[in-house]
């Protein structure tokens, strides 16, 4: 993210002051809180093992907003949470409060991520460690009610059959209703949809995300991703205008786009220029 310490960024007043209010009322299932209290060695490894409370590991390293690009042409994707076991296994955790309706091929692009970011040039593939990639959800995108889906690759001939190719995709949905996981899982998600939790992990949590909104230096952090991410969106609709979109087409496109359309898609649909819809879709930062 840079060191914001060095940044010449000045934020005006009056935007100051919203994202300040905003600030003030974001929790943990904000993805830069999120991601700055999962730092915690302690706090995220507990946070695993009630995930998977089957996996064994005494440390790991993390690394939070982990960018991996394996090319100019090729999307990159930047982890919330990448974690690596001792034995190099690793695992993968992101934030979503947002459904835009994409989240299997997202995971799928995530866990291809993961496998780029294990191996080096030159490594075989023998040497893939097992990987977990893990989605918080703010949302039930599978509408089953439970709390917790797992998926690994199976012999639809043979649903008992696994491929065992050491990967597992993990949805968790903080407004489950089954009694389906763990209580103290169950505390945890309730946490994330926003409830209060008398559960110890929880509480420990809820200090170490009222500690990092007490930082000075990661208030004036978010506040300025923040204002850049709104200055990104008015070039790029500003763009969109010269090459010919008004604000209701461009409204339209970002709109289609968050909920998981394709730019070839909208261009079908509503008869725009392809280029002109990849324009906006660069603009919002939105990964389809």
């Not at 002051?17 to 809180?33: A, H, M, R, T, Y």
């Not at 955790?93 to 994409?102: A, D, S, Y």
């Amino acid at each position: 993210m840079g060191d914001v310490n060095e940044t010449k960024d000045v934020i005006a007043p009056g935007l100051e002051k919203e994202l300040s209010e905003q600030w003030q009322k974001i929790g943990i299932c904000n993805d830069f809180v999120f991601c700055k209290v999962m730092q915690d060695e302690e706090l995220l490894k507990e946070l695993v093992h009630l995930i998977l409370p089957k996996l064994r590991f005494e440390k790991l390293s993390i690394q939070a907003q982990q960018a991996v690009e394996i090319g100019m042409d090729i999307r990159g994707v930047r982890f919330d949470i990448f974690a690596t076991l001792e034995d190099q296994r690793v695992i993968d955790i992101e934030m979503q409060v947002l459904n835009r309706g994409n989240l299997p091929k997202r995971m799928r692009f995530y866990n291809s991520m993961a496998d780029t970011q294990m191996l080096e040039k030159g490594v075989l593939y023998t040497k893939l460690q097992d990987s977990y990639v893990i989605m918080i959800c703010t949302f039930d995108y599978y509408g089953r009610g439970r709390h917790l889906y797992t998926f690994t690759n199976r012999c639809t001939e043979e649903p008992d059959l696994e491929m065992a190719d050491g990967t597992a995709k993990i949805v968790l949905n903080a407004i489950g209703t089954k009694e389906d996981v763990s209580g103290r899982l169950k505390e945890f998600l309730k946490y994330v949809a926003g409830e209060t939790s008398e559960d110890e992990y929880v509480r420990k949590l809820d200090d170490a995300v009222k500690k990092a909104k007490a930082n000075r230096e990661w208030r004036r952090e978010y506040m300025t991703l923040q204002m850049r991410d709104l200055e990104n969106r008015e070039i790029g609709m500003e763009q969109g205008m010269e090459r010919g979109i008004n604000k209701e087409q461009h409204d339209r496109i970002a709109t289609m786009l968050k909920k998981g359309k394709t730019p070839g898609e909208i261009a079908d649909f509503c008869d725009y220029p392809l280029a002109l819809i990849k324009e906006v879709q660069k603009s919002l930062l939105v990964e389809v």
